[in-house]
């Protein structure tokens, strides 16, 4: 978000997931599509097969959808900033830039394309490993095509250098032209179900609703208004993100927190460190549907419901509000998380009443522009996409259609940054951490899965055979990896998915937990980990082969008392 919204002005998807089906080229870098976002990788699909549209796949592992490329090129990870800068210089070289596109919609041109000039096809070949065939090869499947769409999550965004990287591939899609039209756009695919939703609920330390910045006095009156208010009640220094909040609170300058729908203590990075700060806070609150790792750290356990269970609405990846309908009902203590909420604030002092959600997605709409015209009734049948500001407008699947959020579109000149944590001779191998389809990160719902365990029952480290062979390692032997923060055993699955140096090990798994490896360095702006790079040495571990349990890991001391959920 922070990269995109720097660039053009608002950060989210541009172009709607059915748009691929038009695009002549899909670049997709940093996503592995066909298992993190199925339904999106069946649109690729078809476009591919019915469409006539090229995929070029950039990837440091060879993910299935390479199956469908055209071109697959395999870059060292961490170094996505040098082959996009080649890709670029190699574009304005042979003529294929959008020049009156750039002249008259973007600004920051010269500055960003005199930085390109040092990114020759064999400087970039030396960072990357990609040679100068493939560089060309790929500059011209993207910069002759129009349109062209680009596609990247994680392996983009979870880097010391993430929003960098972001910005890198806005550079690339401005200086095509591919922005603001049909099967173009750069398309960051959302991660939760309804993360989109979350932040345009302003769940981010520094904005409220819409992205109404906190430290604008007008938005502060306007929401003190809202809710009853002085005019000056609301505070307008934004808060931390959660990996600050943990080191906060290991140093005492946090001293509570209360984590909703989220499994830190295994899905944050480094987390024997995560342990000693959540140790150190004086109280935690832990609202969950599960039990989990993170809830038994805390003080008190608050039993929320699950999406089965209550009305609302979800924003998917292509900003589409959403309608989610009550199926079940469950009987118990458990309750609705907006209920909650409603009921603490209530207790502390603010009564805070909605009669439904509904009554909240109202609300939103009266002190939200970008989400004036969405009401329970226009999203009964089909979602709309925000920008959407009043009650007669028909939504926006395409941002920055003439002109970009922010005006004109902004270049950056950007240089190669290595990953913070590089390979020596005591790691060698360089830890890359991700996903597999059957599971849901710290799975906690998808291991409660019979289906899902039966086809996906245990977690193991990719390695590639020629590493194997170096290491007298076979299928299901057991590896040790340790990197400078932890050790973990896991079982070694051979596969040239990975390149030689790079092994790829998910997160799903609590007892095999690849978080005690990965390093907490930070993007400097967006502050989210590195967890696609850092330094590990892999051995052969002797005993027996792992064996994976779907066993409560021990209680902490420091529970005191847990609810039941
Ligand atoms: N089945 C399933 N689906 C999910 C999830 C899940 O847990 N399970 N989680 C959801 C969530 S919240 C998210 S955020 C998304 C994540 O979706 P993805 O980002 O697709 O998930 P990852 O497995 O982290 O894969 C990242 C991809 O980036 C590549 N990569 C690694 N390092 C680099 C690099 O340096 N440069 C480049 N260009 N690529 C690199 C990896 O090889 C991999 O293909 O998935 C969502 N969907
Ligand atoms: N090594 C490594 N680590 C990573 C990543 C990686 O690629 N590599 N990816 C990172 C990314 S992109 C993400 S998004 C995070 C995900 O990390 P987390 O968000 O911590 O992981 P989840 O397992 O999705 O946790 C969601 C929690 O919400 C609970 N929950 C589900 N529905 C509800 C509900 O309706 N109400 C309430 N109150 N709770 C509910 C679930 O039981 C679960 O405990 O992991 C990050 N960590
Ligand atoms: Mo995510």
Redesign the pocket.
């Known amino acids: 978000m922070a990269g995109l919204a720097a660039t053009f002005g608002s950060g989210a998807m541009t172009n709607p997931i059915c748009d691929v089906l038009k695009s002549e080229t899909v670049l997709v870098?940093?996503?592995?599509?066909t298992?993190?976002?199925?339904i999106f990788a069946n649109y690729l699909k078809e476009a591919v097969l019915k469409h006539g549209t090229k995929i070029l796949v950039?990837?440091?592992?060879r993910?299935d959808l390479v199956d469908y490329a055209e071109l697959y090129l395999q870059?060292r990870?961490?170094?996505?900033i040098a082959w996009i800068n080649g890709l670029m210089h190699i574009i304005i070289k042979e003529g294929w830039a959008a020049q009156d596109y750039v002249d008259e919609r973007c600004e920051g041109y010269e500055a960003f394309a005199k930085n390109l000039e040092k990114f020759t096809p064999e400087y970039v070949s030396d960072i990357t490993g990609l040679s100068v065939e493939e560089l060309y090869a790929a500059a011209k499947l993207y910069g002759q095509a129009r349109p062209a769409s680009i596609l990247?999550?994680?392996?983009?965004t979870?880097?010391a250098c993430g929003t960098d990287?972001v910005k890198s591939l806005g550079n690339l899609a401005m200086l095509c032209g591919n922005l603001g039209v049909e099967g173009g756009g750069v398309n960051p695919?959302?991660?939760?179900n309804n993360?989109q939703g979350a932040c345009d609920m302003g769940g981010l330390p520094n904005v409220y609703t819409g992205y109404q910045k906190v430290d604008i006095p007008e938005v502060r009156e306007k929401f003190a208004k809202a809710w009853g208010l002085e005019a000056d009640a609301l505070d307008d220094k934004p808060g931390l993100v959660l990996t600050e909040m943990f080191p906060a609170a290991a140093e005492g300058k946090v001293k509570a927190m209360y984590i909703m729908g989220e499994n830190p203590l295994v899905s944050d990075p480094d987390l024997t460190h995560i342990e000693h700060c959540v140790e150190a806070l004086d109280f935690f609150v832990v609202q969950d549907i599960f039990l989990t790792e993170t809830a038994l750290m805390a003080d008190v356990v608050l039993p929320g419901i699950s999406f089965a269970e209550k009305d609302g609405t979800f924003v998917n990846s292509e900003r589409v509000v959403q309608r989610i309908r009550k199926a079940l009902t469950i009987a118990g203590e458990a309750r609705e998380d907006r209920e909650i909420i409603a009921e603490l604030s209530t207790r502390m002092g603010y009564e805070m009443k909605y009669e439904s959600a509904e009554a909240i997605m109202q609300e939103i709409a009266q002190v939200t522009p970008s989400y004036g015209g969405i009401s329970y009734e226009r999203i009964a049948e089909n979602g709309l996409a925000w920008p959407c500001p009043d009650s007669d407008h028909p939504g926006t699947p395409i941002l920055h259609v003439n002109t970009f959020s922010r005006g004109k579109g902004l270049f950056f000149a950007i240089d190669h940054q290595p990953p913070v944590e590089e390979t020596d001779a005591e790691y060698p191998f360089i830890l890359?951490?991700?996903?597999?389809?059957?599971?849901?990160?710290t799975g906690t719902m998808?291991r409660k899965g019979e289906g899902l365990n039966k086809v996906h029952p245990e977690i193991k480290a990719e390695i590639n055979p020629e590493d194997a062979a170096r290491l007298g390692v076979e299928d299901d032997d057991l590896l040790a990896i340790t990197s400078r923060r932890g050790s973990i055993k896991v079982k070694a699955w051979l596969s040239d998915r990975p390149a030689a140096g790079v092994v790829?090990v998910?997160f799903?798994f609590h007892e095999i937990a690849v978080n005690r490896l990965t390093i907490a360095a930070l993007d400097p702006v967006a502050k989210i980990p590195e967890?696609?790079?850092c330094a590990v040495k892999v051995e052969k571990a002797d005993g027996a082969k792992n064996v994976v349990s779907n066993k409560k890991p021990k209680k902490s001391k420091k529970t005191k008392k847990v609810e039941k959920s």
């Not at 298992?35 to 199925?38: F, G, I």
Request: proline letters at 10%.
């Open positions: 870098t940093g996503t592995n599509t298992e993190n976002h199925p950039i990837d440091p592992r993910i870059p990870p961490g170094t996505d990247y999550a994680m392996g983009i979870q880097h990287n695919l959302r991660g939760q993360v890359s951490t991700g996903r597999v389809l059957s599971h849901f990160h998808t790829f998910p799903h967890y696609k790079v």
